[in-house]
């Protein structure tokens, strides 16, 4: 057994030799091409073909591998008998936060084994430590990962690429149906995380759905549809050369369920929203970059977009202001809000906080234009408390496919939210207190936000919650005459001081002869006194 050991010492300290004699004698580019002929023969042999699916592709973020681990994690999870053959022996656990899915995957260097079409194929996840910081202009994570596809040579023609639209096919369906929805942010100057996203995401668990949304139920009903039409539309875009997209212009009071509205129409098509702050985004360029990182089944959404720049109504500005085109408007078709433009850098209200230089023509074209087509199945919604304020072209046909207005509550959004929040039917109440109700609910113009509070606050008891909420309207309804009689009053005064100003203004009749004032009145007496004397000379 000595001898054995002693043996084995002395060929180990052979080896070593060996192996430092040929790093010292033989130049390293020998020894690769030595490796690559030694690959090359290997590779003639073998019966397998072997592709490798990287993350991050140059600079890019590889959508295949995306797809591919979320394949992957969804074979690995799976408990049925025909998916245990393939499933691996170790795999790796993560749970996102505020998530409410565990996600399982394949662990670092493990395989995983699957089944097409009658064909296996394996599965590896390669994770190796990068050598180098390669040159970037965004930082790289630190490891390299990636996926290996290992197929027999003789079912690679058969196989390769249905299987890899099947992967991608399915990895969207499980994305869809499974995976919880996402609300995205943009990160502030358009920055990169490691993975190259400039969007940060959060679960989307917003409950807001069109059953419980208060609405006019036709009006919900026309929105639904249009949203199932869109969904199902692919072909008609494509048959109409069309970009498969849509518009919704939502305007109307604060507290009128626009935010709802987009939760709502998120649930009901499944979803992604990127909820884009127009105040983080400090040039066209970046907006474009934005809008080429979204994801397709995605809805776009600018709230408050007359709050978030300066893109109000030019005629106003140009009228007011007396600024001509060139200036932070360019060519009466882009309004800047760079230095010197209202909201900039300039603006002494601005105390010199945003550096913004977005252009109407940019904004425009990010939702309308030619960078608007280079995704797919996607929405853009746009809110606003004051449509009167936006520009024109943001309001021109076909920019905005629906305009949407999220008006006071009504007496068929009162019976939705009675339904919510009391759990009341049509006939749990007393048609005196419904004929009550829908007598003061259009004249007291109170925003559904502001009737939830009251039946939230007394949602313990239904009689008291419908007492105060008849009252709050009724008061709120008295304040509205009151208010609608100091308008009346203080615009007939304005009208009466109105008429005695022009009956001021206005010429006088002296002796027949129409007159104004000053030297007009000198004048007409002297000429009606010469034209008196010819008169008299001739008679």
Not at 419 to 426: A, R, S, V
């Amino acid at each position: 057994m000595k001898e054995l050991w002693t043996t084995l010492a002395s060929l180990m300290g052979v080896l070593a030799f060996c192996q430092t004699l040929l790093h010292t004698v033989i130049p390293p580019e020998l020894r690769f091409a030595v490796l690559k002929l030694f690959q090359r023969l290997f590779n003639c042999f073998s019966s397998y073909c072997y592709y490798e699916i990287t993350e991050i592709d140059g600079v890019n973020t590889n959508e295949l591998y995306n797809a591919v681990q979320l394949y992957l994690s969804s074979s690995a999870s799976s408990t049925t008998p025909s998916a245990a053959a393939t499933s691996s022996n170790r795999l790796s656990l993560t749970r996102g936060l505020n998530s409410s899915a565990i996600t399982f995957g394949l662990a670092n260097n493990d395989r995983l084994s699957d089944v097409f079409n009658g064909v296996s194929v394996v599965w590896e996840h390669i994770v190796t430590p990068r050598q180098s910081q390669t040159f970037s202009w965004r930082p790289l994570p630190e490891e390299k990962r990636g996926f290996t596809l290992r197929i027999n040579k003789r079912d690679k023609p058969q196989i390769l690429e249905a299987y890899l639209d099947f992967i991608t096919e399915k990895a969207n369906e499980i994305r869809r149906k499974n995976q919880d929805r996402l609300l995205y942010t943009n990160s502030r100057g358009g920055s990169l995380d490691s993975r190259g996203h400039p969007w940060e995401s959060v679960p989307f668990k917003h409950p807001s759905t069109f059953d419980t949304l208060a609405m006019d139920p036709a009006k919900k009903a026309e929105i639904m549809s249009d949203l199932r039409d869109f969904a199902d539309g692919q072909a008609f875009y494509k048959r109409t050369g069309r970009a498969w997209k849509r518009g919704y212009l939502l305007y109307g009071p604060p507290g009128t369920g626009k935010s709802s509205m987009i939760a709502a129409m998120a649930n009901f098509l499944g979803y992604d929203i990127y909820d884009l702050e127009l105040t983080e985004v400090n040039t066209n360029s970046e907006l474009r970059k934005l809008l080429m990182k979204t994801s397709s089944k995605s809805i776009i959404v600018i709230e408050d977009i007359d709050c978030s720049i300066n893109l109000t109504n030019r005629k106003k500005s140009n009228s007011s202001g007396g600024r001509s085109s060139g200036g932070a408007f360019d060519g009466g078709s882009e309004m800047r809000t760079g230095p010197g433009a209202p909201g900039g850098p300039g603006d002494p209200e601005n105390n010199g906080n945003n550096n913004n230089s977005i252009t109407l023509s940019g904004l425009l074209n990010f939702t309308d234009g030619l960078w608007s087509c280079c995704g797919s199945e996607r929405i853009f919604v746009f809110t606003t408390n004051h449509i009167e304020k936006l520009d024109p072209a943001l309001l021109r046909s076909g920019r905005m496919d629906m305009h949407v207005f999220m008006s006071y509550c009504s007496f068929p959004s009162l019976k939705i939210l009675l339904k919510n929040y009391l759990g009341y039917d049509d006939g749990d109440i007393e048609t005196e207190v419904l004929a009550k109700l829908a007598e003061v609910i259009d004249e007291a113009e109170m925003t559904p936000a502001d009737i939830s509070e009251v039946l939230i606050k007394n949602r313990r008891d239904n009689g008291k919650a419908l007492r105060e909420l008849l009252e709050a309207l009724r008061i709120r309804a008295e304040k509205k005459r009151v208010a609608s009689r100091r308008r009346r009053l203080v615009a007939d005064v304005e009208e009466i001081a109105e008429e005695e100003k022009r009956a001021l203004d206005s010429p006088k009749e002296v002796g027949g002869v129409a007159t104004g004032g000053g030297d007009d009145v000198e004048v007409n007496y002297k000429k009606g006194g010469k034209e008196g004397e010819e008169d008299n000379g001739i008679n």
